[in-house]
């Protein structure tokens, strides 16, 4: 590439962050109504409460559900925006700084932080798996991945020479989050005994 050409605007990347965002959004919306359901009515079941190991209820009503003194859903309600609008901002021609990339990619690693920690919880101290929360992790952790190594291959974060090998692995998201997708399975498995709660 030319020192004059300007690169290729990520387009599957902007497509990604947009239907990503809007997931999320949505699912950080169920959960918004749900906790208000329990709020209003504290005896109601929700529809997100199939069994003692799959509900929605338990981990709203803990203290992991406001951590930060307010219901966590309403972070995802906020946060899951920024993705949305980055992308919008791509399809509309925009390009940002490097800067901008660098913070955005923060947010994101800080994202995918809390959602290891709610993860954490949810399986080692609360056992159960929320649904709707379930859909906010497996958004948050391609984002992740995405992004990071977007930024890697354009060289707005620095990897040194390890910037050629993250740059190929670019190219393997769908495969990098199908395997994270796995590790959260298989420890959700031994601790919890997923299969036979549900099947057995």
Request: positive net charge; proline residues 5%.
């Amino acid at each position: 590439m030319s020192q004059n050409q300007e690169p290729r605007r990520p387009i599957a990347l902007a497509v990604f962050l947009i239907v990503a965002g809007a997931i999320g959004v949505y699912a950080s919306w169920e959960l918004t109504l749900a906790k208000f359901q329990t709020l209003l009515q504290p005896d109601t079941n929700l529809g997100c409460d199939f069994s003692v190991l799959v509900q929605c209820g338990k981990n709203l009503d803990a203290w992991q559900g406001s951590v930060f003194g307010f219901p966590n859903p309403l972070i995802g309600l906020c946060g899951f925006v920024a993705p949305i609008a980055v992308g919008v901002g791509i399809l509309a021609g925009a390009r940002f700084s490097r800067w901008f990339w660098i913070l955005f990619n923060l947010g994101i690693v800080g994202a995918l932080a809390f959602v290891c920690w709610l993860i954490y919880q949810s399986i080692f101290s609360l056992f159960t798996l929320c649904p709707w929360c379930m859909v906010v992790w497996s958004v948050t952790i391609p984002l992740f991945w995405a992004v990071t190594l977007y930024n890697v291959s354009r060289g707005n974060i620095p990897a040194g020479g390890a910037r050629k090998f993250l740059t190929a692995a670019y190219g393997w998201v769908p495969l990098l989050t199908l395997a994270s997708y796995v590790t959260v399975a298989v420890i959700a498995q031994v601790k919890l005994d997923v299969i036979t709660s549900l099947f057995g």
